[in-house]
């Protein structure tokens, strides 16, 4: 379900979630949480989809936090052309509830 408010958003935002590590376009769960703002960051910190998010977090790349925070947002990650369009489509919906 798409986010279509800013209430909507921030609380998705606050709250910790659950990694994600994609896999050929699937979802799998993984030990790892952190909160949606903290996501973010990371996305907007990166320098490349396959870096890794932390030292704290190993086996799990900006890639798979930008599919998470895609999926907790519902933002539509797998019909994107690659990963650079996904983010470019997340950052819009903030954009354009914001």
């Not at 408010?5 to 790892?32: F, V």
């Not at 798979?64 to 996904?86: F, M, S, Y």
């Amino acid at each position: 379900m798409i986010a279509t408010t800013l209430n909507e958003i921030t609380t998705r935002m606050l709250s910790d979630w659950w990694i994600c590590r994609e896999d050929a376009g699937e979802l799998i769960s993984t030990n790892e949480a952190m909160s949606g703002w903290d996501m973010l960051t990371a996305l907007r910190e990166a320098d490349a989809w396959d870096q890794p998010v932390s030292a704290g977090t190993p086996g799990l790349e900006v890639k798979d936090v930008l599919a998470t925070l895609c999926d907790i947002l519902g933002v539509d990650w797998q019909e994107a052309e690659d990963w650079q369009e996904a983010y470019n489509r997340l950052e819009s919906l903030i954009d354009t509830v914001e």
